[in-house]
Every structure is written in C-alpha cells, then in structure tokens.
C-alpha cells in the first residue's frame, strides 16, 4: 500500500498553452526541475513532491498572453503503477543464483 500511495502523488504538471514561451522560460518558474514538451504539443513540467508550480504558471502565463488552457497534475496509470511497483520490487528478491548460495549456506 506504501508503494501505490507513493506513486500515486504526482511530481509533475501537464500543462497547454498557446502561445508557449521557450521551455527555458518555463524551466526557471519557481519550483519547476524540468520543463519538456509532449507529443501533443502540450508541456510537462515536473517538480519536487509538494512544491507545485502551478501559481507561478498562471500568474505568469496570464502576464505574459501564453494562452493556458489545461493545466493538471499528471497522473500514472494503473499500469504505471503496478510495473513500476512490482519492478521495484523484483529487485528485491534474490536472484537464481544466489537462491542456490544461499541454500549452500544454511
């Protein structure tokens, strides 16, 4: 359950704008780690857990005529989640091989 409430908090913004600034621009609002552009031509930025951005775009979107028109939290999918989940926790358990050392040893 730690796991899944984990990833289900979100460290990143989807955000459309009309007329976007450069990603620098973006990449220097307060908060904002990383400011990328999405296939669809709307944005991601991420940001550390807690600490959004989203005042800081608005107030200067509006300031600056970007013409936002989605801004939400981006959220994994189930799918996301449970790979994401039971990846981290495969590492975890022992390999084939040391499965055997550690039979050898008791």
Not at 30 to 45: H, K, M
Not at 83 to 97: M, W
Request: no cysteine; hydrophobic share 40%; aromatic share 2%.
């Amino acid at each position: 359950m730690e796991g899944l409430t984990r990833h289900l908090q979100t460290s990143a913004l989807v955000v459309g704008l009309r007329r976007p600034p450069p990603l620098e621009i973006l990449g220097e609002l307060s908060g904002v780690l990383q400011a990328e552009t999405l296939e669809d031509g709307r944005l991601r930025l991420r940001h550390r857990l807690g600490d959004s951005p989203a005042e800081a775009l608005v107030e200067q979107a509006v300031a600056g005529g970007w013409g936002l028109y989605e801004l939400s939290p981006e959220r994994s999918t189930l799918e996301e989640i449970f790979v994401a989940i039971t990846h981290s926790t495969r590492s975890l358990l022992p390999t084939e091989g040391e499965e055997h050392s550690l039979e050898a040893a008791a």
